[in-house]
């Protein structure tokens, strides 16, 4: 089962997850920051990032690690306020400059090609004071910070996400109000954010496109995240509408644009549009592109960059009482099968993924695609012989083998979350997804290879699985 030739094998991290270093050499404040010394309760006993994994001081041994595994790609997000401390261009940061200069250069000395996100869920806080995501102004903010990475590291940088899973955190920042700045503003706050979001990536790579393409012959992107969405009873049409309509809210509505037509799916304008009359509302609650914003968004991505973790069963569910939030506005409701395995939200179910390959492959019109993310978390205390856990990734593989070969979807790079045990957003440190242990008691932080780490080590070696199909 070997899979193609020069397919990329990689891990990932974020910089809020494991770099520490939270006001370290100059770094400005980021929202995390912010919302983790707020406490409250919000996340895990009141856990924050300020130390993590301490990979701010410790980046050798993160690279002993990437090298003990045989990795041929690493991804890792650019700390914005380590770089800008205020979020704009007014005051850099050297010292941030240094730490992924050094990164880069290591990685690249070792025949390791970095795939660089620019920006994960850590926005500085001096940009969120002023509006964050809901505020227009970020999109020139954005801008100006991705031009500044691209001059910056672009001439060693070939791979770039701009944002990290937009979806999750328009969602989950601005609708739900459960990242920071921790405000709900249901049925209207995640619409904005995504609005702006879209029209943020489209600018910067733009930027890239005219500006650094040329002469840096990289390619950039943005990430989504999707769960895999089957109809609760597949013999109902009501549950199949749901279904694929909650698809178009999921995933399509970030990625029609961007990949297809600049526009929303018409089903997601056309539910929030009647819902929001049906509200009392002037106009729909979904912002509207311009034609000129339309073609602007078009064809802004070089890859499909997707994290798939997890399946849901999705059911119809009226709207009868004209509830606001996304989910009322999709009039769906979603579960797992009981009979599938999980810790925690992460359903275990491989076969999702090879589904989901295929609808991007048939929906947008078979792009290269790099999963940018794909794990499986074991709860605190995690024993470091993980054999459950590797089967897990084991059936994954397969899977994956199975999109390439039989449905000969264009996949090219794997990411596997997370490299290390680190800051697991509001879980805090209870879920472990690391193929390195970290003992967080520990000052030193000592990483530690779970049975995961060797295994993965072995399909990296042999370019795929040893088994038959």
């Not at 380590?82 to 010292?95: E, V």
């Not at 912002?287 to 997707?306: C, L, N, Q, R, S």
Request: aromatic share 14%.
């Amino acid at each position: 089962m070997a899979f193609p030739v020069g397919f990329g094998w990689a891990a990932a991290t974020a910089a809020y997850q494991v770099e520490g270093g939270w006001d370290a050499d100059g770094k400005g404040p980021c929202v995390w920051d912010t919302f983790t010394h707020q406490g409250g309760e919000r996340v895990f006993k009141n856990q924050t990032g300020d130390v993590a994994c301490g990979s701010y001081t410790l980046w050798e041994e993160d690279l002993k690690c990437i090298k003990q595994l045989g990795l041929t790609h690493y991804r890792f997000s650019l700390s914005w306020s380590r770089l800008l401390p205020d979020g704009t261009t007014g005051f850099i940061n050297q010292k941030g400059i240094d730490y992924y200069n050094k990164i880069i250069d290591d990685l690249l000395k070792n025949g390791i090609t970095p795939i660089v996100t620019l920006y994960h869920f850590d926005l500085p806080q001096a940009l969120e004071d002023r509006g964050g995501w809901l505020s227009e102004s970020i999109i020139e903010s954005f801008d100006k910070y991705a031009q500044f990475c691209f001059s910056t590291f672009g001439d060693r940088v070939k791979q770039w996400i701009t944002i990290n899973e937009a979806n999750v955190l328009s969602v989950m920042a601005y609708e739900l109000g459960m990242f920071p700045p921790g405000i709900p503003h249901f049925g209207t706050g995640g619409y904005q954010a995504a609005h702006n979001l879209i029209k943020a990536h489209a600018r910067s790579w733009h930027s890239y496109d005219s500006l650094f393409r040329k002469q840096q012959k990289g390619m950039v992107s943005l990430s989504l995240f999707a769960v895999w969405l089957e109809p609760a009873d597949p013999n109902s049409v009501s549950d199949q509408e749901a279904a694929k309509r909650a698809m178009k809210f999921h995933l399509d509505f970030f990625a029609k644009p961007i990949f297809i037509d600049g526009d929303y799916p018409e089903v997601v304008k056309s539910q929030i549009a009647s819902m929001s009359q049906k509200q009392g509302y002037p106009s729909s609650r979904l912002p509207e592109f311009t034609e000129e914003e339309k073609k602007m968004i078009k064809g802004t991505a070089d890859f499909f960059a997707v994290q798939y973790y997890t399946t849901r069963l999705i059911k119809y569910q009226e709207n009868k009482k004209g509830e606001l939030g996304i989910l009322q506005d999709a009039e769906i409701e979603f579960f797992p099968d009981p009979s599938w395995k999980n810790v925690d939200w992460i359903y275990v179910v491989p076969w999702g993924v090879r589904k989901l390959l295929k609808y991007i492959k048939d929906t947008y019109n078979n792009p290269v695609i790099y999963i940018t993310e794909n794990g499986f978390p074991q709860s605190d205390p995690a024993p470091l012989d993980d054999t459950q856990r590797w089967e897990h990734f084991r059936q994954t593989f397969q899977e994956l083998f199975k999109a390439i070969q039989l449905d000969k979807v264009n996949l090219q790079v794997y990411c596997a979350w997370s490299l290390l045990d680190n800051f697991e957003w509001n879980q805090g440190y209870s879920s472990r997804f690391g193929l390195f242990h970290v003992d967080f008691e520990d000052p030193a932080r000592p990483r530690v290879p779970y049975t995961s780490a060797k295994e993965y080590a072995k399909i990296i070696r042999n370019n795929g699985l040893e088994a038959h199909l």
